[in-house]
Nanobody, 124 residues
Framework: QVQLVESGGGLVQAGDSLRLSCAAS????????MAWFRQTPGKELEFIAA????????YYGDSMEGRFTISRDNAKNTMYLRMMFSKPEDTGIYYC?????????????????WGRGTQVTVSS
């Protein structure tokens, strides 16, 4: 079983950049695909981005590409999410997840291990 722990959240000003990390422990997270999701107030869990174990072309959710960049360092068992030009509507809890297989999907049901999330608050 993989344990996932997110970090890097906090309070930022609109327009700032932020980098979130997801550290995996226990069983290695390779060769699984990994993803970031977020839960913003009043909305359903939203897919941000996913990346395969080999770190090939990432897969982004609608309107996510451009401000979000996903990456991973398999040697460190860590995945990252960089958010640029943050907006107040980015406020929410950000989760990382491990997929059941090697294919990166956008649905929560495709993932079987989740972190507890890290809170991001963007002030205007």
């Amino acid at each position: 079983q993989v344990q996932l722990v997110e970090s890097g959240g906090g309070l930022v000003q609109a327009g700032d950049s932020l980098r979130l990390s997801c550290a995996a422990s226990g069983r290695t997270f390779s060769p699984y695909a990994m993803a970031w999701f977020r839960q913003t107030p009043g909305k359903e869990l939203e897919f941000i981005a996913a990346i395969t174990w080999k770190g090939g072309t990432p897969y982004y959710g609608d309107s996510m590409e451009g401000r979000f960049t996903i990456s991973r360092d398999n040697a460190k068992n860590t995945m990252y999410l960089r958010m640029m030009f943050s907006k107040p509507e980015d406020t929410g809890i950000y989760y990382c997840a491990k997929t059941r297989g090697i294919v990166a999907g956008s649905g929560p049901a495709d993932y079987d291990s989740w972190g507890r999330g890290t809170q991001v608050t963007v002030s205007s």
